[in-house]
């Protein structure tokens, strides 16, 4: 009696203590599987072109702010160094004309040529040094922070604007290993949406222009008949096109808002977007930033004369600056994404020719060897012939 008690009641004792442990265990582990699915989905959205596209905006930001405030700590010594330049020549110089006194015009003149060229040397060496007569903070405001971001993780390099600092050098290694491949992820997503997308369109359009498409189809339908949709492959015209019509409106858009001629705004749009950059010309370099502001009201309480008109257009031209940047970020990220659905399309182009082409190459192969046996006729014929 007691192990048949046992054996009944130790199934049940146990069944208590699975269903006590699984109870007890379900609202710790509820914590951990919500984590688990946040996760999940916060990964799946940021594979997404909409996750990708807001990542590479919110990493290009954050890494403005962060060469801001590394690189504009950097003490720029060339300055003081082109300010004693240009005292010590306008020094000689006086000397030379007190000594001369415009007597010897030749002397003079030699010697005044003499101390140029040495004033030429020696500035052109502190432009290799990287002077470029503007302070840290004028260099490394937030447009041009932003384009210089932009520019390495697009691996445009303008080089207009190098890291001076150590931590801006290694901090550049380090956000260009991370952005180099999130952009490329980018390129590639936006690529395949905007090809799908643009194949779609022109589809559409080409059914529009044809007789009757879908009458034709339904009444295909009706009769039982399934008509197979024809495959339509967009020309390499088409991406040209698109291409030169974006291009173009870039042109009107920074030959407006950065005073360029149209034939450098043209050549700054075509090198930028086939990732060539030579960086004579980088969109945000003009624009009016907070330092400019804050110099020339320096200007206005030091000097009398001053217009203070000019001070309130700055102002008011720098509050502009803003939408006048978004756009010219999103200018550049749509630009990629173009020239990778361009990518994509004449690929599949490309693709289509190759196979007719191999087709072809077939079908003349089959024909030439068709006549040269009709002509020559087969060796084993003749084999025949002669013995019999």
Known sequence: MPNKFQRKISPMSGGGVQRASSVSSSPSNQPRKRVK?????????????????????????????????????????????????????????????????????????????AVLRDYQAQIAGVIKQGYVGRSPEQIWSFPAALMFCLSVITMIGYGNMVPRTPWGKGFTVIYASIGIPLYILYFLNMGRVLARSFKFLYRSMHDCTQEHPRLDRLDALEGGVSLPRKKIIVPSTACLWVIFFYVLTGTV???????????????????????????????????????????????????????????????????????????????????MGLVAMCRNLMREEVRVKLREMREDAKLCMEDTRLRFVGCCGSPRDGYDSDYY
């Open 37 to 113: 699915r946040c996760c999940r989905n916060f990964v799946t959205f940021m594979c997404t072109q909409v996750g990708v596209g807001a990542l590479i905006v919110i990493y290009a930001i954050c890494g403005a702010f962060a060469f801001m405030n590394i690189e504009r700590q950097f003490i720029d010594g060339t300055a003081d160094q082109v300010l004693e330049l240009r005292q010590n020549c306008s020094q000689q110089l006086w000397s030379i004309t007190e000594k001369h006194n415009l007597i010897d015009r030749r002397k003079w003149s030699e010697d005044t040529n």
């Open 253 to 335: 858009m920074f030959a407006n808002w950065e005073k360029w001629s149209f034939l450098n705004s043209f050549y700054f749009c075509m090198t930028s977007l086939c990732k060539i950059g030579f960086g004579d010309f980088v969109p945000g370099a003009s624009l009016t930033t907070a330092a400019d502001v804050n110099a020339a009201t320096h200007k206005l309480q030091e000097d009398i004369s001053a217009d203070p008109d000019e001070l309130a257009q700055l102002q008011s031209v720098a509050a502009d600056q803003h939408s006048k940047l978004a756009i010219n970020f999103v200018y550049m990220l749509l630009g």
